[in-house]
Nanobody
Framework: VQLQASGGGLVQAGDYLRLSCAAS????????IGWFRQAPGKERASIAS????????LYDDAMKDRFTISRDNAKTVVYLEMNSLKPEDTDTYYC???????????????WGQGTQLTVSS
């Protein structure tokens, strides 16, 4: 499974942004997809995970109020919508594929390359 994250960039505090994760490869549509974030020198933090059919979602408690995960299986794309962005949301955002819906990074088998988000104050 190959994953391509996109949609990052430079935005202002308070803005909305949507990240995309395009999955391809054998049975990519059968995997749960998760979003994570990581700053240099810090551990990777979970944001959300969505099941293969979109029927189940999990959110990290710190992220659930402003972030929404969804997927379009027809296009094998998973989205992360982010509202009311803050400077502390500045990170590299990664998507990953796992056999089941989970927030545990070590349960993910495949990782994308990450997309950088910078939020200016």
């Amino acid at each position: 499974v190959q994953l391509q994250a996109s949609g990052g960039g430079l935005v202002q505090a308070g803005d909305y942004l949507r990240l995309s994760c395009a999955a391809s490869g054998r049975a990519a549509e059968n995997y749960a997809i998760g979003w994570f974030r990581q700053a240099p020198g810090k551990e990777r933090a979970s944001i959300a995970s969505i099941s293969w059919n979109g029927g189940r979602t999990l959110y990290d408690d710190a992220m659930k109020d402003r972030f929404t995960i969804s997927r379009d299986n027809a296009k094998t794309v998973v989205y992360l919508e982010m509202n009311s962005l803050k400077p502390e949301d500045t990170d590299t955002y990664y998507c990953a594929a796992a056999p089941w819906t989970t927030l545990a990074a070590d349960e993910y088998n495949y990782w994308g390359q990450g997309t950088q988000l910078t939020v200016s104050s």
